[in-house]
């Protein structure tokens, strides 16, 4: 961490002194820049994941380009499950869809059990290479799916609107998914053990999914298995970030199960969180992604109202609700970045003062 | 009101004493019905909504085969855009797609004032035969969509998953978005009174859409409508209840707009709810609607949950969280109301002793 040029990411959150807000943005290597279309052109989604230089290329971009204060390693949370024996194909219209969904007992026993280092090895090239290669311009998030939401994947098969599949499974046959959850919590907590011993300085768990149960089921098929993989993550000091899209419900239930960070989408009130649970954990989040398409005023406006809202002192870094769109033009995404460079200062003088 | 053989839903809503929680289900004339499909194979979705006839039988059917307490009107949100001059096709895998969807200040010269008595009077017809076939058995609701929610499809034109379209509205030409949705709350109130003039014991605003905005945004775009339809629909007595799905952040706006009823979806809580507002408005909801993919039993455990979450007293209209699923079997829906009609007996004692 001495090592990094730039490491307000990290001093954020921990919530030590900052002299202005971090911003980073989810998805921010994708397809609304051209320097990512221009390589993507040249190969296949999948295909990028798997070749360590292309993935350490599109990583560092916006970091050159949009001028973020962190870089998240280029990858997809499907990787766990193609590694565990699940093939699928990636459909530029429809998003994954596995060849053969989990639906019985059977499916069950043909799930291998993964080792890191060899199955996944390309991923821990690519963030072995990008760490080198951004030569501690700013900090790198390494990020998994969370067990609930690789299990929906691998369920449904494909995307879904009302999750039947996964529901129909919870409700008739507890059993066997908390035997594939209790499975990929291990998956999930051994990789991310493997992305910080190859150079992670933090990471993030996304439960994309989180937000389709009711309390009760989140508790039981969802937060019990990000507390698991938390718990079992080999780190010193790297932070943990949760992001569960829509749970506005267990959000203190997050923070005690170790969350550093909670991820906010854009329905949640900033400073209302943070006087019940900022005490606790820093807050990352969480302008509203279409705000990208609105005139620099606007953008700047909402920006402002964020930064109110979070208010005095260190513990946020800024961050969409939820992933860049890819119709984003770039030029918005970066007038961001610097909006929330030069208008977050104030709320730091204290810092800078002392 | 007074010749209803069952008014415990108007009770319900009107928190006045009932000796057991009424139950009805959103969506509850649809598709999981096979009595629904032998007439949806002779007509297609616009007709059967435009034939009174057909609308009235299928509006029926729920409260004879699954004995719900109350019956709902089949129509569809979209005919009032229909009404003023936007063109649908209703497609069976994809949902409405409209010819032309609102994009500019032109297409907003096009949209007709609406009168419902005359352009919508095909749904005033399938009330008016609804309500004497109904014959006081139960009593019947009316619907809309809220103004917002009407907006959002006229402007996307079609499903969307990041409503890209409206947002870009509502940011960069937010005095057209405010003028469409002027119009639509004066056509939605209009269209809620006449239904109530020609027979609706009840009406429910659908704001499927608010959920996907800040809360900045809700309130501007979504709640200042809703609030304008409820002050602007004539009725008597006749409860308004408002759903907002994904909206955990302004249930108590939505109570002060001037809702009787607000409707839950299933992430929330139906008991802290309660100790909020409980004592402003009724709640509807707010079982988890994929929980009837699941056997009698687990149906029996989530409805006793839900029942004991509220409590004793009136103020609780039993529905799911959202929608029926189109493959659930009618069986467990017939479960799920013979559920709530024993298990709720208890929390209404003090009641029936009274």
């Not at 202005?20 to 989604?45: H, N, S």
């Not at 290329?57 to 699940?86: K, N």
């Not at 919590?185 to 910080?196: F, G, H, R, W």
């Not at 989408?265 to 606790?280: A, P, S, V």
Request: with cysteine.
């Amino acid at each position: 961490m001495s090592l990094l040029k730039n490491d307000l990411f990290l001093r954020a959150c921990k919530k030590l002194p900052v002299e202005r807000t971090p911003v980073w943005i989810m998805r921010q290597a994708g397809r609304y820049l051209p320097e990512y279309r221009k390589i993507r052109e040249k190969a296949d989604f999948i295909t990028m994941c798997k070749t360590p230089e292309l993935a350490a290329a599109v990583t560092i971009q916006p970091v050159d380009i949009i001028g973020v204060d962190a870089a998240i390693i280029f990858s997809d949370i499907l990787v766990i499950p193609e590694a565990m024996g699940m093939k699928f194909d990636m459909l530029e219209s429809r998003g994954p869809v596995f060849h053969h969904p989990l639906r019985n007992s059977d499916d069950v026993k043909s799930l291998k059990k993964i080792e890191p280092e060899t199955d996944l090895k390309y991923v821990l090239d690519a963030v072995a290479l990008t760490k080198r290669e951004l030569d501690g311009r700013v900090p790198l998030i390494g990020f998994a799916g969370s067990p609930w939401t690789l299990f929906t994947y691998m369920v449904e098969g494909k995307g879904s609107k009302n999750f039947s599949e996964v529901k129909k499974l919870i409700f008739n046959n507890p059993f066997m998914a908390h035997q594939v959850l209790d499975l990929l919590s291990d998956a999930v907590a051994d990789y991310l053990s493997a992305k910080i011993e190859a150079g992670a300085n933090a990471i993030q768990i996304f439960d994309t999914w989180g937000g389709i149960l009711s309390q009760n089921n989140f508790e039981e098929f969802s937060l019990r298995y990000i507390s698991k993989v938390i718990s079992k993550v080999k780190r010193k000091e790297e932070p943990v970030i949760v992001f569960s899209k829509g749970v506005h419900f267990k959000l203190e239930e997050i923070a005690s199960a170790g969350a550093d960070v909670i991820g906010l989408d854009w329905t949640m009130d900033l400073g209302d969180i943070r006087k019940k649970i900022g005490g606790r954990v820093a807050l990352q989040g969480n302008l509203d992604p279409t705000v990208l398409y609105a005139n620099e005023d606007k953008i700047r406006n909402e920006v402002k109202k964020i930064l109110q809202s979070y208010g005095e002192g260190s513990g946020h870094v800024f961050n969409l609700g939820h992933g860049i769109l890819p119709d984003v033009d770039p030029e918005n995404a970066k007038s961001l970045v610097n909006i929330v460079k030069e208008e977050s200062k104030k709320y730091h003088l204290a810092n800078a003062a002392g």
